[in-house]
């Protein structure tokens, strides 16, 4: 593995998907906590809750060896339970999170697809986005891109850190392209699947 990110200046954060995997998803996780990604974030989103906290539990062990941030996804009881204090929400259940649940945590990302969703977000209490999917990408096939101009546009009307999603690569110039846009940083899932 040549692809070191520690001091990264673009911040990339790993984003999971265990059928994506060609070896045992645990030992994925490690690879990826090898080259020091900002963060993982635990998506696996055909999990139920009571699968998804044994899963977490030994994901988060693993992060917590290699010091990366482990954000768990959409069960946010489930990361109060485990101690976690990142957490990323669809919007959905960010709208659904009591307030007096929100001291549980840290870090409160969600994801958006407009720009009034990154408003409301910012109102919601989040305290970084994920904005896409910017590229065309697989994981959302036959569905047009929303590109830098929606990226960009985002990035100037929230005072918050904006990852972009969706297509995004280890590629130096394409991070450029998303830093010109404003962006924080960007999210791999795909390429971080198969390091």
Not at 6 to 32: D, H, M, W, Y
Not at 104 to 114: A, L, N, Y
Not at 181 to 195: D, R
Request: net charge negative; glycine share 8%.
């Amino acid at each position: 593995m040549n692809c070191d990110l520690t001091g990264q200046a673009f911040k990339i954060i790993a984003v999971s998907n265990r059928k994506l995997c060609e070896r045992p998803f645990t030992e994925q996780i490690e690879r990826v906590c090898q080259i020091k990604p900002e963060a993982i974030i635990l998506r696996e989103k055909d999990l139920s809750e009571e699968e998804y906290i044994i899963l977490a539990e030994r994901i988060m062990e693993i992060c917590k060896q290699y010091q990366v941030t482990c954000i768990l996804h959409t069960f946010w009881k489930t990361a109060a339970y485990l101690g976690c204090t990142s957490i990323h929400l669809p919007m959905a259940e960010l709208r659904k999170l009591p307030e007096e649940e929100k001291k549980h945590f840290k870090e409160i990302g969600t994801s958006v697809h407009s720009v009034e969703e990154a408003e409301e977000a910012v109102n919601l209490g989040a305290t970084y986005l994920t904005a896409g999917h910017i590229y065309v990408t697989n994981c959302k096939k036959g569905v047009p891109p929303r590109g830098l101009g929606f990226l960009k546009e985002v990035c100037s009307r929230v005072k918050l850190p904006v990852y972009a999603i969706g297509g995004i690569r280890f590629d130096q110039e394409q991070w450029e392209e998303l830093k010109q846009a404003g962006a924080e940083g960007g999210c791999i899932m795909s390429g971080m699947m198969n390091l």
